[in-house]
């Protein structure tokens, strides 16, 4: 059978990754999640012979199904397993409800082991969506950007928001993924995947901003307190409150890590004094970070690497995320909170975080703020105080080769911007820049998440510019990624009409020569180069 994994970054050589991921992934987990995949086409197979409407229910499972397969999510296969079968089920409802039974899935899939889940995977793989590379590569761009418009989706319904649109959607793109398109069919299928993309983003944007009210400019300190901790990594903002609130008066400090520094940002959870501060970087250095901290550690979403022994007893999973051996804390009951009682007793009885460093990082530029600052930021680009913005948005990673973005924000010259959001950001956000006029030279707009932010922010320029084209904006894309959700953000740039992307380190090695060049010619997409070279490009516009 063997596993035949491409959908990040940093996989083996380029080519995919066959007997083990390098995000720690084995061979059963990563057929497992195949099979996930499969088994949600065949439920949106079922959803799509019903009226055109998709139920709140059937949408948040797809949206739960395909974020489970996000790297570095869930490496559970116990976990992956009960995915399954739930997805099963619900498809199996819905087809009984028509009486009908779709070919994409047997009807004996249920009740089956897991030994032949992972036989049956054999023939679900990526690259069994076509024989064609080509459709392959694009029908691979829209099941990528899906994934990662699904974690964007759950986000905002963890909070009460849905879209229906964008359930419908989901049926209307996995379905299609099972069936013979052309490459024009599929490219528009792309591009409309940007466009939802969009719609999922404002409504997290909606979702969050409601919720927590609108992030603010804050100064976060990186270092620690004498009390124990509790470190919260990933991405759920209701999470971090629920935990927030269960820790209050007892002693125990919370600390961010990785994609939840921006958490701090939001005006909901000021309130709190033992909310006090980030500890360490990027998702992955955390096997280090993670042991030095001490105290508990809590995984929401993705970015899991592979778990130390060392602090193995410490590290509690909770939503979508899931690693075999650790503790899972459980969805929270109708109109009930999560329970991280766990968590703050084993707090309790741990020595306090061990100092890694001790500055402060601000942040808190999301469009709100961006655009309460519009008047000084206009000013700054006439006078020619500000000479261009450059978009450093994305993720970060392991490789050598992202010290690029580190040494390209090092070398632009004093009259740029660089608006960041996602992890990315740790490249670059603790070097001593400056600031133009009191504007800082990074602005944060938060996590991968609220890269929304930064689309609102360019189109609010071009509109008070007077701008016909987003494009004649003094604005350069130089983007990191890693996974899918970097796919989607990329996705829903293109489906705004941005031109001329810088994409590094290296181009998705699941798109073919043919499709990349598509996009080349369409969009002007281009690898990264030289930092001289790149800084020289970008500062002419180019």
């Not at 739960?64 to 999510?73: G, K």
């Not at 099941?143 to 963890?158: E, I």
């Not at 409150?241 to 400090?253: A, F, M, R």
């Not at 994305?394 to 992202?402: E, I, L, N, V, W």
Request: some cysteine; proline content about 3%.
């Amino acid at each position: 059978m063997g596993m035949s994994c491409n959908q990040c970054q940093e996989s083996v050589h380029g080519t995919g990754c066959t007997v083990r991921g390098v995000c720690g992934k084995d061979e059963p987990t990563a057929q497992l999640q195949d099979v996930l995949v499969y088994a949600t086409e065949g439920l949106a197979l079922a959803a799509e012979k019903l009226d055109g409407s998709v139920s709140v229910n059937v949408g948040q499972l797809i949206s739960e199904s395909l974020f489970v397969t996000v790297t570095n999510t869930n490496f559970d296969e116990d976990a992956i397993v009960a995915q399954i079968r739930k997805t099963l089920a619900v498809r199996d409802e819905l087809n009984a409800s028509l009486d009908q039974r779709s070919d994409h899935d047997a009807a004996h899939w249920n009740g089956i082991s897991k030994a032949d889940f992972l036989a049956k995977s054999a023939t679900v793989s990526i690259k069994s969506l076509s024989e064609n590379e080509d459709l392959c590569s694009l029908k691979s761009l829209v099941l990528y950007g899906l994934k990662g418009l699904a974690a964007y989706t759950d986000h905002a319904a963890v909070l009460g928001y849905h879209d229906d649109a964008i359930y419908v959607f989901y049926v209307k793109a996995l379905a299609a993924l099972t069936k013979e398109l052309s490459a024009d069919e599929l490219t528009g299928l792309v591009l409309e995947t940007g466009g939802v993309a969009v719609k999922a983003m404002a409504l997290l944007d909606k979702a969050n901003t409601t919720t927590y009210g609108h992030p603010e400019i804050t100064t976060v300190s990186t270092g620690v307190g004498k009390n124990p901790g509790i470190l919260i990594s990933g991405h759920d903002l209701r999470d971090l409150e629920e935990l927030l609130k269960q820790t209050e008066g007892t002693g125990v400090d919370v600390y961010t890590h990785c994609e939840m520094l921006p958490a701090h940002y939001y005006p909901a959870f000021k309130k709190y004094s033992h909310f006090v501060g980030n500890y360490g970087g990027a998702w992955w250095s955390q096997d280090k970070e993670f042991d030095t901290f001490n105290g508990p550690i809590l995984m929401t979403t993705n970015c899991i690497v592979p778990v130390r022994e060392v602090y193995r007893n410490r590290m509690f999973t909770t939503g979508m995320a899931g690693y075999p051996g650790l503790k899972h804390i459980a969805a929270r009951a109708e109109g009930k909170e999560k329970d991280f009682s766990v968590l703050v007793e084993l707090a309790k009885s741990c020595p306090p975080p061990k100092e890694l460093e001790n500055g402060k990082i601000v942040g808190g530029f999301a469009h709100n703020q961006v655009l309460a600052l519009a008047d000084k930021v206009v000013a700054a680009v006439k006078s020619g105080a500000i000479k261009r913005f450059v978009v450093m948005a994305g993720c970060d990673g392991r490789h050598a080769s992202r010290q690029y973005y580190t040494n390209v924000a090092a070398a632009l010259p004093e009259g740029t911007i660089i608006l960041t959001a996602g992890c990315a950001k740790y490249r670059y956000n603790k070097l001593e820049l400056g600031d133009i006029g009191g504007i800082p030279r990074v602005l944060d707009a938060g996590q991968c998440n609220d890269s929304y932010s930064l689309a609102v922010i360019a189109l609010k320029l071009k509109e008070v510019f007077e701008l016909d084209d987003i494009n004649d904006l003094p604005i350069s894309f130089d983007i990191a990624w890693y996974e899918q959700k970097a796919v989607t953000v990329l996705l829903a740039l293109l489906a705004l009409g941005v031109k001329g992307i810088r994409l590094g380190p290296t181009l998705p090695e699941f798109l073919t020569p043919n499709v990349a060049a598509v996009l080349v010619e369409k969009f002007g997409i281009k690898p990264i180069g030289t930092v001289d070279a790149d800084i020289e490009a970008m500062m002419a516009g180019v």
